[in-house]
């Protein structure tokens, strides 16, 4: 697979109308700078989608660095590739935010992600070969069963989240997958500002649901469960409220 650095990746950007490629995306070369980025970007994303990392908390250059025992260089290209990803915000003088969406942010996410979801589950639908993504996916509702069961919260959120990316990915589109990972990224912060208590983002009946009706090829009726799917997630929003937790680094990123 094709190694790019940060700073690689940084000046692709957006010139010329083109994505950036995914962090995530990339296999870092063992022992290096480059695998070091990649663990920190890695656990930045899983401390937001396991909600131990709150929308509006300070991502201070010298604590993180202190933290994953790096320098702060290489935390600062982390946080420019984070930034990008519109899951950190860049304030000058002040440092690097979570971010914390707005409301008609938050609505558009939602909307963008559902159009996607939509084209993208009648594709794996329609796949002539299916059964690996299908295996892929069982195997992610397993596990998503057993951590509804001990009551882990967090890691059912996380789980949910692989789930759409290993649907997506059995399109193999690239694009669509890369930018559904961001969308995806972003629902992690909005959920995390807005979701009413008590509520259940995904149910595991739908995730179920949604893989038997890959497996058995049903691209319409695919299309109308994801179309149910993300009209229940829409139902889970409090768009009036805001999470205002102070965080201690350390404390976040403990055991990584």
Partial sequence: MLELSIIDRLRLGFEGGVRT????????????????????????????????????????????????????????KVLLVLAQERVVRLERNRGAFVCTPAPEEARQVVEARRAVELHLVAAAARRTERSGTVRRLRRLVEREEAARARGDRERVLHLSGEFHLVMAEATDNRILVDFLRELVSRCYLILATYERRGHSTCPQADHSGLVDLIAAGDAEAAVAAMAAHFDHLAGTLDLTARSRRRQDLFEVFRGV
């Fill in 21 to 76: 490629i995914s962090l995530a995306t990339v296999t870092p070369a063992r022992g290096t700078g480059e695998a070091v980025e990649t663990r920190i970007h890695r656990e930045v994303h899983r401390a937001i989608a396991e909600r131990r990392l709150a929308p509006g908390t300070k991502l201070a250059e010298d604590a993180l660095a202190r933290v994953f025992e790096t320098s702060r260089a290489r935390i600062r």
